[in-house]
């Protein structure tokens, strides 16, 4: 039987717009590629996971390629370097794009007392007072060292005059802290466990939360600028697969963290994890909305820049007002 080009046509015509009636489109769903690096902590990645594992990511058109890295700062250096084309990380997320290196758009939660100020009591430390002329390690420019410089200054205490901070990575410093080279360190979870199981007698003298919303630290998601500048709807796109795995952290917290204990943090035992988890902040998509469009956002952001300012010695900085873009939120989830 011959069947002429226009009925051919027309009977693939009839057969798309009837999938397309039925929610599946008949030309495939051409996914966006996207290289993201992350922090594994779970103040960072865990929405992360978990629009992953709910198949948000894949839902909203988005093929992720997910890249592990150690700090912040080799995150930036990835993405402005090209190789990635978004992050997520923690406090550095106030420091790069205030230089003009990448723009943010998106938020993971408050790290309200993800950052830790551990002493040991055996090398003559039992407070402040007795960290005057002492080393303490952490690793500058993250979230430790914006934490650390905050509760020295509220304590009396010049961070470039009084002590000697050593900059080591994380792990390092804390190798440093088990093996008694320095009296104390201020690391981020889960760190804290780590120098708990090891140091009979350290002792955490403060966490983060103790200086909140003064000195509010968030961690948040960042685009290369060209990136951001070509590709408002995948970034679109991102923030609604996101969107799903804050939905299940915030309203499901217990069998979220079930999930990411079991598929991405089975090196940490479930009841840690739920410390972690309580060691932040996470608010409902609503809660963000009022946040973003108050400029509550913009205000934790600024802090933290302030601080950069000050520690790296940057010119002409970019306010938070100029490199945070709320929109694409504000645009993207409406409650």
Known sequence: MIISRRKLLGTAGATLVGLRALGAPAIAQTRAKVRVGYLHTLAVDGQLWLAQETGAWAKHGIEPEFKLFTTGLELFQAMVGGSLDMLSTGAVISNFPARGQGKMFLVNCVEFATAHLWIREDMGVKGFADLKGKRIATTTGTTA????????????????????????????????????????????VPFNVTVREKVASAKKLVDASAYFPQAAIVSGWAARNDYYDKNKDVLAS????????????????????????????????????KEQFGAQKVYSGAEWRKLYADGTVTKWLQQVTDFFVKFGNIQNAVAASSYFDPKIYLDTVKG
């Open 145 to 188: 060292h914006v934490f650390l410089d905050n509760a020295l200054r509220a304590n009396g205490i010049d961070p470039a005059k009084d002590v000697e901070i050593v900059n080591q990575r994380m792990a390092e410093a804390v190798t440093s802290f088990i093996a008694g080279a320095v009296p104390a360190v201020a690391l981020w």
């Open 238 to 273: 991102v923030v609604r697969a996101w969107s799903e795995g804050n939905d299940m952290l915030v309203g499901k917290s217990d069998q979220a963290l079930e999930v990411l204990q079991k598929k991405h943090y089975q090196q940490v035992p479930l009841p840690d994890l």
